[in-house]
């Protein structure tokens, strides 16, 4: 069985997926192009989102992993390396890669002379693309903000980097974000806003300081990656920070492959865009606090089975307080191999 052979293989099974999980007994929810369920390789009570498969059209096709105890490492994240795991689980002992071949084999009902033909001949449709809860263009976003915005030219960000990243302030009297300033959160392209965040713009509020657009799930999306994603694969590192404004000082200071994760802790979908992002270190650049500290032990506890993780070590509260000077003279030094 050659390589190719064994590719083609596993592209079918991986098209029958959802059969092949049911087959097992493996219960899973659907969502869109990812499975998601408790992990039936080890006792994966502990996370009912452990187990996840990527059915999206692409390297990563019918790929599997264990977000919780990395079980793929041990058997292969392909759908022939899913099936082994299974069985070898159910079992009680490991069983060969061959016999996993011939349940594949049987599973999709096909004989190994079939395969190339099968493989060659379907026409599968395309693939579901993910919902998005809201869709606006680029241009209707900057359009309806005011720019730039006072509130953080006094906090010392210059004006260039708010308009790259279309931070304005939102005037319009009845929208949800009125008396705020806005920053747009977009697709991968650039291309429409699928979300916004919005913050008060009067230290002395006593409402929420920070607040997200309606149906706006903040875990599912790193802030500055359709900008950032350029600068990620050449360098191959990513650089994990806690805020917008941690991304905006960095991008001044020409750091242009850090992301912010909107908070303290990294969220199973965002370490799945950092897995498939191209890079091989992450700099887990989170503020020195309490919640800094909850943050590099999520970015640990998710990532480090996969990457080469980096704490560089800054004398302010956040890398949104240095200055670009600063940044320079203590940060860069410590990054030299990775922006």
């Known amino acids: 069985m050659d390589q190719q052979y064994i590719a083609q293989l596993s592209n079918m099974v991986a098209y029958q997926m959802r059969e092949l999980l049911v087959c097992f007994d493996v219960p899973f929810e659907d969502q869109d192009n990812l499975l998601v369920g408790v992990c039936p390789i080890h006792d994966g009570a502990d996370n009912p989102h452990a187990f996840t498969v990527d059915l999206e059209e692409g390297d990563y096709f019918g790929c599997w992993r264990c977000w919780t105890r990395g079980c793929e490492k041990e058997w292969l994240h392909s759908p022939i390396g899913l099936i082994r795991a299974i069985l070898s689980t159910s079992r009680g002992k490991k069983v060969s890669f061959n016999e996993s071949v011939r349940f594949a084999l049987e599973f999709i009902k096909l004989d190994k002379e079939d395969i190339y033909s099968k493989s060659q001949n379907i026409r599968f449709g395309p693939p579901a693309k993910k919902k998005i809860s809201l869709k606006i263009p680029r241009e209707k976003v900057r359009s309806s903000l005011a720019r730039p915005v006072r509130y953080y030219l006094d906090r010392g960000y210059g004006e260039n980097v708010l308009d790259i990243f279309d931070v304005g302030a939102c005037w319009e009297k009845g929208k949800p974000m009125y008396g705020r ?13 699928v979300g916004c965040v919005g913050r008060t713009m009067h230290e002395n509020f006593n ?3 920070w607040i997200n657009s309606k149906h706006f799930n903040s875990g599912s999306h790193l ?15 990513i650089i994990l920070v806690e805020g917008q404004g ?17 908070g303290s802790s990294l969220s199973d979908a965002q370490c799945r865009t950092v897995e498939t992002c191209g890079a091989l270190n992450i700099i887990s650049l989170m503020d020195n606090d309490e919640a800094g500290a909850k943050a590099r032990i999520s970015v640990k506890e998710k990532c480090e089975r996969l990457f080469n993780i980096i704490e560089p070590l800054i004398s302010k509260k956040d890398v949104g307080d240095m200055t670009v000077k600063e940044i320079t003279t203590e940060l860069k030094p410590q990054l030299k191999e990775y922006i």
């Open 246 to 262: 941690d991304v905006w000082r960095l991008w001044e200071a020409g750091i242009k492959n850090a992301v912010g994760i909107f």
């Open 223 to 237: 802030y500055g990656y359709w900008l950032a994603k350029e600068g990620i694969r050449k360098t191959q590192a």
């Open 207 to 209: 409402g929420n300081k």
């Open 181 to 193: 300033a806005v920053a747009p959160v977009y697709d991968e392209d650039f291309k429409h806003m």
